[in-house]
Structure formats: C-alpha cells, structure tokens
C-alpha cells in the first residue's frame, strides 16, 4: 500500500495545469487517494492526475469530465508498486486513453481491479503501451469512443470476469453526479459473476416491470449454456428461464459492440434452445475470435464466452 500523502474525501472542480496533472501531480513519491471526486480539470497529460514514479492506492474515487491529450483523466507513468480499485470514469476526453493511459510500467505488475471506465470521449476508454504488465478484473469498459478492449488489453476482455456492459447509472444525464447504480446493473455484486461492486458507488435506484420489461432484479449463474465451445460452422446456446417475460440472447465482441441478436421477445418459463452459425445480424459470417454471448431477462443477467475458430 501507498505510503506518504492520504487524500480523502476531496473534491478538485475546474483545476488546470499547463503540463501535468490538473488536479494532482505526483513525483517519486506516496500517495493514497480514496473516495475522491475529479470533475473538469484539464492538464496536457493527465487532466485530472499524473502518477509518474510513484507508489498509489486509488481506490472509490470518481473522474468525469476531465480533458488533456493523453490520459483524459489519468496518466500513470514508470509507477512502482500501485493499484487501482473502485473507480468509476464517465465522460473524460483524449485522443490516447479516453479515461486512461498507462505506459512505460515496466517493473511492477498494475492491478487494475472493480472499475468502470464509460462513455469517455475522443480516444479508447483504457490505454495501454504494453510495457510490463497490467492485469483487469472485475472492470466494465464500455461504450467509449475510441474502443473498449482494443490494443494490448483485448485479450482480456471476458477473463477475470471484464465485462464491456451499460453499468446502468441512475443519474448522469438528469444529474451529473449522480454515478449510483441502478437495481439491474451488472455493476451490483448481485449482477455479476464476480459477486464484487465494480465502481465507486453502489446501489441508488430501482427499477420496476412497468419502467422496463427488463426486469433484471437478480444476476443468475447457469441459466446460460454454451456448446460445443470453440465452435466451427455452428453451436447451440441453451438457456433456461424461471419466470415467463421478456429476454434478450445477444452476441457482443470485445469492443462490446452487439454483432448479433438470437432472441428478442417475449418467453415462457423452462429451458429452449438456440442455434448461432457464427454470423451477423446482416448474415456476414463473424472472424474467428473470442465473443461474449449474453443473456437478459426478468430472471436476470448472464453471459458466456464463446470462441469461434474458422
């Protein structure tokens, strides 16, 4: 764990740097950053923090709107020793890691865990130069402007229980600041295969069957099964539903773009069967590679990798 500078409970609004770190800057040194608020700061790189020879703990901290050319919300560069846990970025903006960019960490291994990293703007949502070693789990990258899994982090989209899902904020365009989670985002322990909170907040709203059909109340493991698995020119996907209402069978890639849809409707209770040819919804035939199968329905969330090898 970090050692040194303990910053908690802060917020740092509409701060600029001309260099690095709008907010905060940190030079061969400690520092512990926890239940944190970084909202429109600007800097050249990192436009909210700049880690650069540092040992950090970042953990239940928010970033949304923060802006540079590299890292629109943080840059971590040639660190020692540090993690990133319970963060969520919304809505940051750069060219080279929408949220994100890391590089030249080439010592230590950085974990990157419980995080989501959405709807950030210009760039991809996580970058990474591919020096050392980065390891996610439990972290949701999606809808980014730039990509979600793409570059050196493609390959772990899917393992460890990544996820690339809408994490259902009950604020944000209403009001801002509001990061909580609704009942049904597959952020809440409850809605995930990791049983972990991804984010900085946790449960705020709810959502009822009259607000959405969709009524993902609790995630299930097992409604979902996948074979064979890989698969050349077809599988089956079973899944098995516990009360009748609508569902959702959808095929995602690692960029967390939905390339086909299987079920859009409304089922009754018990377990049915689906086929995929490893096509798109416009009939193109898919590239071998690894994809996520989805399932949504009142019963709840589920989903499975699946590998396509032509």
């Known amino acids: 764990m970090a050692t040194g500078v303990l910053l908690e409970n802060c917020i740092f609004i509409g701060n600029q740097a001309v260099s690095s770190g709008g907010a905060v800057s940190s030079v061969e040194s400690g520092i512990q950053i926890r239940h944190c608020l970084f909202l429109d700061n ?16 970042l953990e239940f901290s928010t970033f949304a709107g923060n802006s540079s050319s590299d890292g629109g919300a943080l840059v971590v560069r ?5 993690h990133v846990s319970n963060c969520t970025f919304w809505g940051n903006g750069a060219p080279q890691g929408a949220a994100i960019s890391i590089r030249d960490c080439i010592y230590f291994t950085l974990p990157i865990t419980t995080t989501i990293v959405a709807a950030n ?12 070693t980065i390891e996610l789990s439990n972290v949701d990258i999606w809808n980014n402007t730039g990509g979600d899994w793409v570059g050196a982090i493609a390959d772990q989209a899917g393992v460890r229980n990544n996820i690339a899902l809408d994490p259902f904020f009950c604020g944000v365009e ?9 009942s049904d985002s597959p952020c809440l322990a409850e809605n995930n295969p990791g049983g972990v909170l991804i ?5 705020g709203c709810t959502i009822s069957p009259v607000d959405r059909d969709e009524d993902l109340v609790h995630a299930r493991s097992g409604s979902l099964d996948i074979y064979p698995n890989p698969f050349n020119p077809q599988t ?15 095929i995602h890639d690692l960029h967390g773009r939905t390339v086909a849809t299987l079920l859009d409707g409304i089922i009754e209770t018990g ?15 898919l590239a071998s590679g690894t994809y996520l199968v989805q399932l949504r329905s009142r019963d709840g969330l589920d989903s499975r990798k699946i590998q396509l090898i032509r």
Request: proline content about 1%.
């Open 42 to 57: 600007t800097a050249t790189i990192g436009g909210a923090c700049d880690f650069y020879m540092s040992e950090v703990s």
């Open 78 to 82: 040639d660190i020692w020793s540090s």
């Open 121 to 132: 703007n210009e760039g991809e949502g996580l970058y990474w130069d591919g020096a050392g």
């Open 174 to 182: 209403e009001n801002p600041l509001d990061f909580t989670l609704r």
């Open 199 to 203: 984010g900085a907040h946790g449960l």
């Open 236 to 250: 089956t996907v079973a899944y098995s539903l516990e009360r009748t209402g609508h569902a959702r069978v959808t």
């Open 271 to 285: 377990r049915h069967i689906l086929v995929w040819n490893g096509k798109d919804d416009s009939g193109k035939g």
